[in-house]
């Protein structure tokens, strides 16, 4: 049986016993418990299913100084970072428990008989979101817990009364066990099924699950490679299920001329440190900045890479590949660096921050290549002579979670034609600001046209996240007693509903 083991990135050691990976007989167990706690699940009383997200959390936060140093000893992302992210982690689920309290998130429906409908009669109808059933989740690597065992794709097919089978990333696998065994203890503590929620390990179990007819649907956060591999397989099934992947993101921003004028040093520093940020990790780090021609930005940039020192990366097979591409990216012609990158020795897996420039001109004939996602602290600047030239290049660029740009009062005219083609290659437009940070909110959309995710009608952060996991069924002219609660009469539930068109509680 194959062991997972997990490097330590400041050490190159160890960083614990390592996991085995899940068998075939023990994935098939695991699918059929999931299949069959379903039904159960899917009907237990909204009020049970808020207490466990609850519960969930709790647990997680008395296991904080566990779980902390066990996800620093796997990661290298630091104490600090890794504190903020668990807080993260069990907000959300706490913010889940209280979608399910409000109930909205059912989109209950009903429209009463009406015998003298044109052009037909209509009948009793009736309408609710009801769980998928069994969901695959792929844990990330760059988030431990927001994106991982428990993140939001778990919280959020839980709180839609979907079983959860978890994939864990190799990047963390004791962390990910443990935290497992955590959920499953609450679930215990319930009296609920154990294939509500369960963990497996190993690249072949996530493709042998993904095609398994147990499975209803799958969430994945990763490369592009690996998802679009993920997603021919579940669309290719003999009954293709959801697959909603989040993938390759560059993350465009635009500085005007007018905000360079305004504000030309703070824009510098705030770039830096947005695309440096948890070493150029995060799936919204702004991996390509037009700035016009003569911007004379370029000592202020240099002063901030200057100021941010090396810090680990997730695994030294990130890192290898981060340093690839950035020696790859310095060679390429008409491309030049605006820092040297500075050399370390210490034994690890260390990111060291990069910044290359090339023309608009250039990047327009090369985007194939020069608009690709970087993982790791570096990013591409692109100068542009005339708008001409940044909406040309602009044009080139794949769909991504979010679009920035960076401009002043004076600018609106100019700007518009700008998001005419930004606006349909991002889920997330930004004002005057930076796109690392994903605030967990109802408003949030972090997903957007391919590359960056496989479904831009969804979002993978925030309470509407819950929508992937639903489909709606409609009852007609049922009676009352073989109704869900949600549809019955008097609203039992108390939730939101839209009777007869008019929005009522």
């Given at each position: 049986?194959?062991?997972?083991?997990s490097m330590?990135?400041?050490t190159?050691?160890?960083?614990?016993?390592?996991?085995?990976?899940t068998?075939?007989?023990?994935?098939?167990?695991?699918?059929?418990?999931?299949?069959?706690a379903?039904?159960?699940?899917a009907?237990?009383p909204?009020t049970?299913?808020?207490?466990?997200?609850?519960?969930i959390a709790d647990?997680l936060?008395?296991?904080?100084?566990?779980?902390?140093?066990?996800?620093?000893?796997?990661t290298g992302?630091?104490?600090?970072r890794?504190?903020?992210?668990?807080?993260?982690t069990?907000f959300?689920?706490?913010?889940?428990?209280?979608v399910?309290?409000?109930g909205s998130?059912?989109?209950a429906?009903?429209?009463?008989p009406?015998?003298?409908a044109?052009?037909v009669p209509?009948?009793?109808l009736?309408?609710?979101l009801?769980?998928l059933?069994?969901?695959?989740?792929?844990?990330?690597?760059?988030?431990?817990?927001a994106?991982?065992v428990?993140?939001?794709?778990?919280?959020s097919?839980?709180?839609a009364?979907?079983?959860v089978?978890?994939?864990?990333?190799?990047g963390h696998?004791e962390?990910?066990?443990?935290?497992?065994?955590i959920?499953s203890?609450?679930?215990?503590?319930?009296?609920?099924?154990a294939?509500?929620?369960?963990?497996?390990?190993?690249?072949q179990?996530?493709?042998?699950a993904?095609?398994?007819?147990r499975?209803?649907?799958?969430?994945?956060?990763?490369s592009?490679?690996?998802?679009r591999?993920?997603?021919?397989?579940?669309?290719g099934?003999?009954?293709?299920?959801?697959f909603?992947?989040?993938?390759g993101?560059?993350?465009?921003?635009?500085v005007?001329?007018a905000a360079?004028?305004?504000?030309?040093?703070?824009i510098a520093?705030?770039?830096?440190?947005?695309?440096?940020?948890g070493?150029?990790q995060?799936?919204?780090?702004?991996?390509l900045?037009?700035?016009?021609?003569?911007?004379?930005?370029?000592?202020?940039?240099?002063?901030?890479?200057g100021?941010?020192e090396?810090?680990p990366?997730?695994?030294?097979?990130?890192a290898?590949?981060?340093?690839?591409f950035?020696a790859?990216?310095?060679?390429?012609?008409?491309?030049r660096s605006?820092?040297?990158?500075?050399l370390?020795t210490?034994p690890?897996?260390?990111g060291?921050?990069a910044?290359?420039?090339?023309?608009?001109e250039?990047f327009?004939?090369?985007?194939e290549?020069?608009?690709t996602?970087?993982?790791?602290?570096?990013?591409?600047?692109?100068?542009?002579?005339s708008?001409?030239?940044?909406?040309?290049?602009?044009q080139?660029v794949?769909?991504?979670?979010?679009a920035?740009?960076?401009?002043?009062?004076?600018?609106?005219?100019?700007i518009t034609?700008v998001?005419?083609?930004?606006r349909?290659?991002?889920?997330r437009?930004?004002?005057?600001?930076?796109?690392?940070?994903?605030a967990?909110?109802w408003?949030?959309?972090?997903?957007?046209?391919?590359?960056?995710?496989t479904?831009?009608?969804?979002?993978?952060?925030?309470p509407?996240?819950?929508?992937?996991?639903?489909r709606?069924?409609?009852?007609?002219?049922?009676?009352?007693d073989?109704?869900?609660q949600?549809?019955?009469?008097?609203?039992p539930?108390?939730i939101?509903?839209r009777?007869?068109?008019?929005?009522?509680r």
């Amino acid at each position: 049986m194959k062991l997972i083991e997990s490097m330590n990135p400041r050490t190159g050691e160890p960083a614990g016993a390592g996991v085995s990976e899940t068998p075939a007989a023990e994935l098939s167990s695991t699918l059929s418990l999931a299949k069959s706690a379903a039904r159960r699940f899917a009907t237990e009383p909204l009020t049970e299913r808020s207490a466990l997200l609850r519960a969930i959390a709790d647990k997680l936060d008395d296991r904080a100084e566990e779980l902390v140093p066990l996800a620093d000893s796997e990661t290298g992302l630091g104490k600090p970072r890794l504190t903020s992210e668990l807080a993260r982690t069990t907000f959300q689920l706490r913010l889940f428990a209280q979608v399910i309290d409000e109930g909205s998130f059912l989109e209950a429906t009903l429209d009463t008989p009406a015998p003298d409908a044109k052009p037909v009669p209509r009948p009793d109808l009736r309408r609710v979101l009801e769980p998928l059933g069994p969901v695959l989740v792929f844990a990330a690597s760059n988030f431990p817990f927001a994106f991982s065992v428990v993140g939001g794709d778990t919280a959020s097919a839980l709180a839609a009364g979907c079983p959860v089978v978890v994939k864990a990333h190799e990047g963390h696998p004791e962390l990910s066990r443990r935290t497992g065994e955590i959920v499953s203890s609450v679930i215990a503590e319930h009296n609920l099924p154990a294939g509500i929620f369960t963990v497996i390990f190993g690249q072949q179990a996530g493709r042998d699950a993904v095609v398994d007819h147990r499975i209803k649907a799958a969430g994945f956060t990763g490369s592009t490679t690996g998802g679009r591999a993920l997603f021919d397989l579940a669309s290719g099934r003999v009954d293709p299920i959801p697959f909603y992947g989040e993938l390759g993101s560059v993350n465009p921003t635009v500085v005007t001329k007018a905000a360079v004028r305004a504000r030309g040093s703070e824009i510098a520093s705030g770039f830096v440190n947005s695309f440096t940020l948890g070493t150029g990790q995060f799936c919204t780090k702004p991996g390509l900045l037009f700035l016009p021609a003569g911007h004379n930005l370029d000592t202020a940039l240099a002063e901030a890479i200057g100021a941010v020192e090396p810090t680990p990366m997730l695994n030294a097979r990130i890192a290898e590949s981060y340093a690839k591409f950035s020696a790859e990216l310095a060679a390429y012609p008409a491309v030049r660096s605006i820092v040297t990158p500075r050399l370390h020795t210490e034994p690890g897996a260390w990111g060291v921050p990069a910044l290359f420039v090339t023309t608009a001109e250039k990047f327009t004939e090369a985007a194939e290549t020069l608009a690709t996602e970087c993982f790791g602290p570096s990013s591409l600047i692109i100068e542009y002579a005339s708008t001409h030239e940044l909406i040309n290049a602009l044009q080139s660029v794949e769909g991504s979670l979010t679009a920035t740009v960076h401009g002043e009062q004076s600018d609106l005219q100019n700007i518009t034609p700008v998001l005419d083609v930004l606006r349909p290659r991002a889920g997330r437009l930004i004002w005057n600001g930076w796109p690392t940070g994903v605030a967990v909110a109802w408003a949030m959309q972090h997903g957007g046209p391919w590359p960056s995710t496989t479904n831009s009608l969804h979002t993978s952060v925030g309470p509407t996240a819950v929508r992937r996991w639903l489909r709606p069924v409609t009852y007609q002219s049922f009676p009352h007693d073989l109704l869900p609660q949600a549809l019955q009469d008097g609203n039992p539930l108390g939730i939101p509903r839209r009777v007869d068109g008019a929005l009522r509680r």
